[in-house]
């Protein structure tokens, strides 16, 4: 093969903008040269390297929209709208390829990226965009190319991850362990998308649509996250062998797609649940493959680089040939989380008086929700008077435990609303 020139422009020299010019500063390849010919950094930096020298520095990427001379727009922004929208739509509109790690951006506006992409026939590559350090939109782009993706599940957010797991490990609650990842810089200044699930929802939208050829919108998917888990459920659910994960999951059954956001109990010895800290971990059921795992550093500036960096590179080797899925768009119903049949994890605070778990039991028959397991914790403190009880329930349907547990709550021994958690039987 021939040595082949690639033009690229870069947008936005932050974390990720940082991480990918040391790696293309790195990069040696006798097949592909990457020629630099703009950089748009709103903050004024030093540079280092000759690859530079001949290239042009914008103050603002608005400025992206006036220029020509790449192949390649790498937009390293951010943010579902403003100028990171503009630059990326108008260099497809321009029929440039473009490489993102803007998962809000690509989430929201998937399906016209898809369309642009199609009609100009350019290519839009975002391998970054969810887990940067696991190249899972290539698994299921190329690798499981010849199998039915049946369910993808895992762990998306290394923020979330690393507070779950930091407070089993150092036995505090939520908002210190915050503060701390804060303080290391695994959790932004701003954390509420990573805790309440949304960057969560974000990432498993593009895997569904990719994986199920469908316009899963991340706006449809109902996420609940991670900030009401109290270090007390963390350690009652070790004691019953179980994780608290906060899972994205995306299901196929039948014609109808499931698309799951919140944090769950997971037997110890599943996959995901022994993925800790800031890691990512997927997995990815198929017909032939089974069961694909696949962990890795899911941000962080060298790790996501690696993805955009792999993305220029097959760009310009021509590997993307526009297979756009657009073409192939399916539809399906979407299966809402009232639908989900499943188990729970139940704690109740209640007076420690007889009748309670006949109370209980009681709304429970009402509802067809069988018990599993049942424990009492013993009170200390200034709680002397409450029983904490625990449940473990087999499978029920969602909007009849939401039910049971509206009505359970005003019973008269109840002191605390009832704390719910689902169970998923992965292994
Ligand atoms: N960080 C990660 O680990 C990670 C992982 C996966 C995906 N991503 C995605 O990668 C993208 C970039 O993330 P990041 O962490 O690198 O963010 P970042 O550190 O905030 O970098 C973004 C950079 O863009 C610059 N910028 C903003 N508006 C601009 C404009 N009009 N013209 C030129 N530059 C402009 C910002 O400048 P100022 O400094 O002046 O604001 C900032 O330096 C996001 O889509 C993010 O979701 C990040």
């Known amino acids: 093969m021939s040595s082949v020139n690639v033009k690229i422009a870069i947008a936005g020299i932050g974390t990720v903008g940082g991480g990918l010019l040391e790696l293309i ?15 748009a950094s709103r903050r004024k930096q030093k540079f280092h390297g000759q690859f530079l020298k001949n290239t042009l520095f914008f103050k603002d990427a608005k400025e992206l929209l006036s220029f020509d001379d790449y192949d390649i727009l790498v937009e390293l922004i951010g943010g ?9 739509f108008d260099a497809l509109k321009k029929k440039k390829n473009v490489v993102t790690a803007n998962k809000a951006l690509v989430a929201k506006f998937w399906k016209e990226l898809k369309s642009l992409e199609y009609k100009n026939k350019c290519v839009l590559k975002y391998e970054a965009a969810v887990a940067g350090g696991i190249p899972i939109i290539k698994v299921i782009e190329e690798f499981l190319l010849s199998n039915k993706i049946k369910r993808i599940y895992g762990i998306l957010n290394g923020t979330s991850n690393y507070i779950l797991s930091k407070m089993l490990s150092s036995n505090k609650e939520f908002k210190s362990i915050l503060i701390d990842a804060q303080k290391l810089g695994y959790a932004e200044s701003d954390p509420t998308f990573d805790i309440d ?30 900030d009401k888990i109290k270090l007390v459920d963390l350690k009652i659910a070790e004691s019953l062998g179980y994780k608290i994960k906060l899972l994205g999951i995306t299901e196929i059954d039948k014609k109808r797609i499931k698309n799951y956001v919140y944090p769950c109990l997971l037997s110890k010895d599943s996959f995901v649940a022994e993925v800790d800290d800031v890691y990512n971990g997927i997995v990815v059921e198929s017909d032939y493959c089974k069961k694909s795992f696949f962990v890795g550093e899911g941000a962080g500036a060298y790790p996501t680089a690696t993805s955009v960096l792999s993305d220029i590179v097959n760009l310009s080797k021509g590997k993307e040939n ?58 200390t403190g200034n709680y002397t008077n409450n029983a904490t009880i625990v449940i473990t329930t087999h499978n029920c ?31």
Do not use: C, H, W
Not at 80 to 88: H, L, N, P, Q, R
Not at 344 to 371: C, P, W
């Open 80 to 88: 579902e709208g403003g100028v990171a929208k503009k630059i990326v």
């Open 397 to 427: 349907f969602e909007r009849d435990m939401m039910k049971a547990l509206k009505r359970i709550n005003n019973l008269n021994f109840i002191r605390e609303k009832t704390v719910y958690i689902r169970i998923e039987k992965f292994k």
């Open 197 to 226: 699930g949304t960057d969560t929802a974000q990432k498993l939208s593009i895997l569904s649509s990719l994986a199920f050829s469908f316009n899963n919108s991340a706006n449809s998917i109902k996420n609940e996250g991670i």
């Open 25 to 39: 500063r790195k990069y040696k390849s006798s097949d592909i040269k990457i020629n630099v010919t703009a950089v």
């Open 322 to 379: 526009n297979l756009s899925i657009y073409s192939q768009l399916k539809k399906y119903d979407s299966v809402t989380l009232e639908d989900r049949y499943g188990s729970f994890y139940l704690r109740f605070t209640t007076d420690d008086r007889s009748g309670v778990i006949s109370g209980i039991a009681e709304q429970f028959k009402k509802y067809n929700i069988s018990m599993k397991s049942m424990l009492q914790k013993e009170q």
